[in-house]
């Protein structure tokens, strides 16, 4: 059945510092979905990716769709107190959304 | 415009009990999906509904029902709680006709099974 990966399952930086959590999927993918859930919230949609290679930026936020359309890439550049939350990605295959695991980021002030 | 609307928020019930999750969007999505959520598990799939009168199972489907009784509203049944259904419950609707098929998730209902 559909797997989707994703690592690390946590992650603490400092503010200020990078921050790149990856998902991999058993499968080729329609498309590919990140959201963000804030704790005790609901998960946010923060962009689709489409086309195999795809990178797309929002503001401090790239995200990347690989080549073989299974694997992508959110990547936050000098993350702020604001970026803490959980980050799911979510492959589509025929209309299903498959979430992986996510990944819950801390940032230290 | 509320967009998707779940009740009830919090639910505790014993072993044994039943219950039905309600849920309604009124954007006029087509598609509409109920996961859970449980720590470590990211959001797992339970039912998926495509269309009015159309139903699908997902990952996690043992132990639940749904109808989806209009376009609006997708309903979740547990016929017989179980300690192991203990979990936060999201439901979700997109339109799966457009391009950006961005799913649009309710508040949550946070179920405890003792």
């Known amino acids: 059945g559909q797997q989707v990966m994703q690592i690390p399952q946590y992650q603490h930086v400092q503010e200020g510092e990078d921050f790149t959590t990856y998902c991999n999927s058993s499968?080729?993918?329609?498309?590919i979905q990140w959201y963000k859930q804030r704790p005790g919230g609901h998960p946010v949609f923060l962009i689709q990716?489409?086309?195999?290679?795809e990178v797309k930026k929002q503001k401090r936020l790239t995200f990347q769709f690989g080549e073989a359309k299974k694997n992508s890439s959110l990547h936050i550049t000098a993350t702020q107190t604001t970026d803490v939350g959980t980050y799911f990605c979510a492959g589509n295959n025929f209309n299903k959304f498959y979430f992986g695991s996510g990944t819950k980021l801390n940032v230290k002030p | 415009n509320a967009g998707v609307t779940q009740t009830p928020k919090f639910q505790v019930l014993k072993t044994g009990q039943s219950m039905t999750l309600q849920c309604a969007q009124d954007m006029n999505h087509n598609s509409m999906y109920w996961y859970r959520q449980d720590p470590g598990m990211g959001l797992r799939l339970i039912y998926y509904?495509?269309?009015?009168?159309?139903?699908d199972k997902g990952e996690v489907p043992n132990g639940y029902n749904v109808s989806r009784l209009n376009k609006r509203e997708f309903s979740l049944r547990l016929e017989s709680a179980a300690p192991s259904q203990t979990s936060v419950y999201f439901c979700?609707?997109?339109?799966?006709?457009?391009?950006?098929?961005?799913?649009?998730f309710g508040q949550g209902t946070r179920l405890t099974v003792v």
């Open positions: 509904s495509a269309s009015e009168g159309t139903t």
């Open positions: 499968t080729t993918l329609s498309n």
């Open positions: 979700a609707s997109s339109e799966t006709s457009r391009v950006n098929t961005e799913a649009f």
């Open positions: 990716l489409v086309k195999s290679g």
